[in-house]
T-cell receptor
Framework: AQSVSQHNHHVILSEAASLELGCNYS??????LFWYVQYPGQHLQLLLK??????LVKGIKGFEAEFIKSKFSFNLRKPSVQWSDTAEYFC??????????????FGKGTHLIIQP | NAGVTQTPKFQVLKTGQSMTLQCAQD?????MYWYRQDPGMGLRLIYY???????DKGEVPNGYNVSRLNKREFSLRLESAAPSQTSVYFC??????????????FGPGTRLTVT
Protein backbone atom coordinates (compact mmCIF):
# COMPACT_ATOMS: atom_id res chain seq x y z
CA ALA A 1 0.00 0.00 0.00
CA GLN A 2 1.05 3.53 -0.64
CA SER A 3 1.95 5.91 2.15
CA VAL A 4 2.92 9.56 2.30
CA SER A 5 5.03 11.20 4.98
CA GLN A 6 5.08 14.90 5.68
CA HIS A 7 7.85 15.59 8.12
CA ASN A 8 6.83 19.03 9.31
CA HIS A 9 3.48 19.09 11.10
CA HIS A 10 3.65 22.73 12.18
CA VAL A 11 5.77 25.42 10.60
CA ILE A 12 5.91 29.06 11.65
CA LEU A 13 7.66 31.57 9.41
CA SER A 14 7.90 35.30 9.06
CA GLU A 15 6.75 37.05 5.90
CA ALA A 16 9.36 37.04 3.12
CA ALA A 17 11.04 33.92 4.49
CA SER A 18 11.66 30.99 2.18
CA LEU A 19 9.59 27.85 2.55
CA GLU A 20 10.30 24.19 1.97
CA LEU A 21 7.87 21.48 3.08
CA GLY A 22 9.03 17.91 2.89
CA CYS A 23 7.06 15.03 1.37
CA ASN A 24 8.14 11.44 0.88
CA TYR A 25 6.07 8.62 -0.55
CA SER A 26 6.49 4.88 -0.48
CA UNK A 27 5.49 3.45 -3.84
CA UNK A 28 7.92 2.16 -6.40
CA UNK A 29 5.76 2.29 -9.50
CA UNK A 30 4.45 5.14 -11.56
CA UNK A 31 2.85 7.78 -9.40
CA UNK A 32 0.95 10.98 -9.79
CA LEU A 33 1.97 13.51 -7.13
CA PHE A 34 0.01 16.48 -5.84
CA TRP A 35 0.16 19.29 -3.35
CA TYR A 36 -3.18 20.59 -2.11
CA VAL A 37 -3.78 23.63 0.10
CA GLN A 38 -6.64 24.21 2.51
CA TYR A 39 -7.13 27.79 3.64
CA PRO A 40 -8.95 28.28 6.95
CA GLY A 41 -12.59 27.26 6.60
CA GLN A 42 -12.25 26.33 2.94
CA HIS A 43 -12.05 23.16 0.90
CA LEU A 44 -8.97 21.70 -0.71
CA GLN A 45 -7.51 23.42 -3.72
CA LEU A 46 -4.83 22.08 -6.02
CA LEU A 47 -1.49 23.88 -5.84
CA LEU A 48 0.41 21.78 -8.35
CA LYS A 49 0.71 18.29 -9.80
CA UNK A 50 3.29 16.03 -11.39
CA UNK A 51 3.14 12.92 -13.52
CA UNK A 52 6.07 13.01 -15.88
CA UNK A 53 8.48 15.31 -17.65
CA UNK A 54 10.37 18.16 -16.02
CA UNK A 55 10.79 17.21 -12.35
CA LEU A 56 10.51 20.85 -11.31
CA VAL A 57 6.84 21.71 -11.36
CA LYS A 58 5.44 25.21 -11.01
CA GLY A 59 2.03 25.80 -9.50
CA ILE A 60 -0.22 28.64 -8.52
CA LYS A 61 0.67 31.52 -6.21
CA GLY A 62 4.42 31.17 -6.74
CA PHE A 63 4.71 27.62 -5.40
CA GLU A 64 6.89 24.98 -6.99
CA ALA A 65 7.83 21.40 -6.20
CA GLU A 66 10.68 19.14 -7.21
CA PHE A 67 10.25 15.44 -7.86
CA ILE A 68 13.35 13.44 -6.95
CA LYS A 69 12.68 9.85 -7.93
CA SER A 70 15.77 8.42 -6.22
CA LYS A 71 14.64 9.91 -2.92
CA PHE A 72 10.90 9.24 -3.36
CA SER A 73 10.42 12.91 -2.54
CA PHE A 74 8.21 15.73 -3.78
CA ASN A 75 9.07 18.77 -1.68
CA LEU A 76 7.12 22.00 -1.92
CA ARG A 77 8.93 25.33 -2.07
CA LYS A 78 8.24 29.03 -2.22
CA PRO A 79 11.01 31.63 -2.24
CA SER A 80 9.15 34.31 -0.28
CA VAL A 81 6.00 33.57 1.71
CA GLN A 82 3.16 35.96 2.43
CA TRP A 83 0.73 36.21 5.32
CA SER A 84 -1.98 34.91 2.98
CA ASP A 85 -0.09 31.61 2.65
CA THR A 86 -1.22 30.65 6.16
CA ALA A 87 -3.01 27.35 5.55
CA GLU A 88 -2.77 23.60 5.80
CA TYR A 89 -0.76 21.89 3.07
CA PHE A 90 -1.24 18.29 2.00
CA CYS A 91 0.97 16.12 -0.14
CA UNK A 92 -0.89 13.33 -1.95
CA UNK A 93 -0.11 10.45 -4.27
CA UNK A 94 -2.10 8.19 -6.53
CA UNK A 95 -0.86 5.16 -8.39
CA UNK A 96 -0.59 5.66 -12.11
CA UNK A 97 -1.45 2.04 -12.80
CA UNK A 98 -5.06 2.33 -11.69
CA UNK A 99 -6.03 4.77 -14.41
CA UNK A 100 -6.89 7.34 -11.80
CA UNK A 101 -9.85 5.44 -10.36
CA UNK A 102 -8.29 4.76 -6.97
CA UNK A 103 -8.43 7.36 -4.24
CA UNK A 104 -5.63 9.67 -3.26
CA UNK A 105 -3.35 8.77 -0.37
CA PHE A 106 -2.69 11.88 1.67
CA GLY A 107 0.02 12.86 4.08
CA LYS A 108 -1.08 14.08 7.49
CA GLY A 109 -0.65 17.69 6.52
CA THR A 110 1.54 20.61 7.49
CA HIS A 111 -0.01 23.55 9.29
CA LEU A 112 1.81 26.66 8.07
CA ILE A 113 1.52 29.93 9.95
CA ILE A 114 3.00 33.10 8.48
CA GLN A 115 3.60 35.89 10.95
CA PRO A 116 3.39 39.45 9.61
CA ASN B 1 -20.81 25.31 -13.30
CA ALA B 2 -20.95 24.65 -9.53
CA GLY B 3 -18.28 21.90 -9.47
CA VAL B 4 -18.69 19.55 -6.51
CA THR B 5 -21.46 20.41 -4.07
CA GLN B 6 -22.21 18.84 -0.68
CA THR B 7 -25.17 19.02 1.67
CA PRO B 8 -25.52 19.71 4.51
CA LYS B 9 -22.61 21.95 5.50
CA PHE B 10 -23.03 21.26 9.20
CA GLN B 11 -24.80 18.52 11.12
CA VAL B 12 -25.06 17.45 14.75
CA LEU B 13 -26.26 13.93 15.48
CA LYS B 14 -26.83 11.93 18.62
CA THR B 15 -25.19 8.54 18.98
CA GLY B 16 -27.24 5.93 17.16
CA GLN B 17 -28.98 8.31 14.77
CA SER B 18 -28.65 7.86 11.03
CA MET B 19 -28.13 10.34 8.24
CA THR B 20 -27.08 10.64 4.62
CA LEU B 21 -24.52 13.06 3.28
CA GLN B 22 -25.22 14.16 -0.26
CA CYS B 23 -22.68 14.92 -2.97
CA ALA B 24 -23.23 15.98 -6.56
CA GLN B 25 -20.94 17.09 -9.39
CA ASP B 26 -21.82 18.79 -12.64
CA UNK B 27 -18.53 18.21 -14.46
CA UNK B 28 -19.55 14.89 -16.07
CA UNK B 29 -16.87 13.09 -14.06
CA UNK B 30 -16.88 9.32 -13.88
CA UNK B 31 -15.19 8.70 -10.53
CA MET B 32 -16.33 9.99 -7.15
CA TYR B 33 -14.87 9.69 -3.66
CA TRP B 34 -15.66 10.21 0.01
CA TYR B 35 -12.90 11.21 2.44
CA ARG B 36 -12.90 12.09 6.10
CA GLN B 37 -10.52 14.64 7.59
CA ASP B 38 -9.44 14.43 11.20
CA PRO B 39 -6.88 16.62 13.00
CA GLY B 40 -3.37 15.26 12.58
CA MET B 41 -4.57 12.46 10.30
CA GLY B 42 -4.88 14.17 6.94
CA LEU B 43 -7.63 12.89 4.67
CA ARG B 44 -8.50 9.22 4.55
CA LEU B 45 -10.52 7.51 1.85
CA ILE B 46 -13.81 5.98 3.02
CA TYR B 47 -15.36 4.72 -0.22
CA TYR B 48 -15.05 5.44 -3.89
CA UNK B 49 -16.96 4.81 -7.08
CA UNK B 50 -14.82 4.39 -10.18
CA UNK B 51 -17.86 4.63 -12.42
CA UNK B 52 -21.63 4.62 -12.25
CA UNK B 53 -22.84 1.33 -10.80
CA UNK B 54 -19.64 0.43 -8.96
CA UNK B 55 -18.42 1.17 -5.44
CA ASP B 56 -15.35 0.06 -3.54
CA LYS B 57 -14.07 0.32 0.01
CA GLY B 58 -11.26 2.64 0.86
CA GLU B 59 -9.03 2.80 3.90
CA VAL B 60 -11.70 3.43 6.57
CA PRO B 61 -15.10 2.05 5.38
CA ASN B 62 -16.43 0.63 8.67
CA GLY B 63 -19.68 2.25 9.81
CA TYR B 64 -20.47 3.73 6.40
CA ASN B 65 -22.40 2.80 3.29
CA VAL B 66 -22.51 4.53 -0.08
CA SER B 67 -24.80 4.77 -3.06
CA ARG B 68 -23.86 5.90 -6.54
CA LEU B 69 -27.31 7.09 -7.50
CA ASN B 70 -26.35 8.15 -11.01
CA LYS B 71 -23.32 9.66 -12.68
CA ARG B 72 -23.78 12.96 -10.86
CA GLU B 73 -24.57 11.86 -7.33
CA PHE B 74 -22.72 9.85 -4.69
CA SER B 75 -24.15 9.68 -1.18
CA LEU B 76 -22.59 8.55 2.10
CA ARG B 77 -24.79 7.03 4.80
CA LEU B 78 -24.14 6.60 8.49
CA GLU B 79 -26.58 3.95 9.70
CA SER B 80 -25.86 4.31 13.42
CA ALA B 81 -23.65 7.29 14.16
CA ALA B 82 -20.87 7.01 16.73
CA PRO B 83 -18.74 9.75 18.34
CA SER B 84 -15.72 8.36 16.45
CA GLN B 85 -17.42 9.50 13.25
CA THR B 86 -17.16 13.13 14.27
CA SER B 87 -15.17 14.57 11.40
CA VAL B 88 -15.20 16.74 8.33
CA TYR B 89 -16.33 14.82 5.26
CA PHE B 90 -15.19 15.73 1.78
CA CYS B 91 -16.52 14.51 -1.51
CA UNK B 92 -14.33 14.59 -4.62
CA UNK B 93 -14.55 13.64 -8.27
CA UNK B 94 -12.25 13.00 -11.20
CA UNK B 95 -12.82 12.27 -14.90
CA UNK B 96 -11.75 8.66 -15.31
CA UNK B 97 -10.14 8.11 -18.63
CA UNK B 98 -8.38 11.45 -18.71
CA UNK B 99 -4.66 11.50 -19.20
CA UNK B 100 -2.61 11.60 -16.00
CA UNK B 101 -2.08 13.28 -13.61
CA UNK B 102 -5.46 12.37 -12.20
CA UNK B 103 -6.44 15.51 -10.37
CA UNK B 104 -9.37 15.29 -7.98
CA UNK B 105 -11.79 18.14 -7.44
CA PHE B 106 -13.12 18.62 -3.92
CA GLY B 107 -16.38 19.83 -2.48
CA PRO B 108 -16.67 22.32 0.41
CA GLY B 109 -17.08 19.65 3.08
CA THR B 110 -19.65 18.63 5.70
CA ARG B 111 -18.74 19.16 9.35
CA LEU B 112 -20.39 16.39 11.36
CA THR B 113 -20.49 16.20 15.14
CA VAL B 114 -21.81 13.11 16.91
CA THR B 115 -22.61 13.56 20.59
Amino acid sequence: AQSVSQHNHHVILSEAASLELGCNYSYGGTVNLFWYVQYPGQHLQLLLKYFSGDPLVKGIKGFEAEFIKSKFSFNLRKPSVQWSDTAEYFCAVISGSGGGADGLTFGKGTHLIIQP
Amino acid sequence: NAGVTQTPKFQVLKTGQSMTLQCAQDMNHNSMYWYRQDPGMGLRLIYYSASEGTTDKGEVPNGYNVSRLNKREFSLRLESAAPSQTSVYFCASTPLGQFPPYEQYFGPGTRLTVT
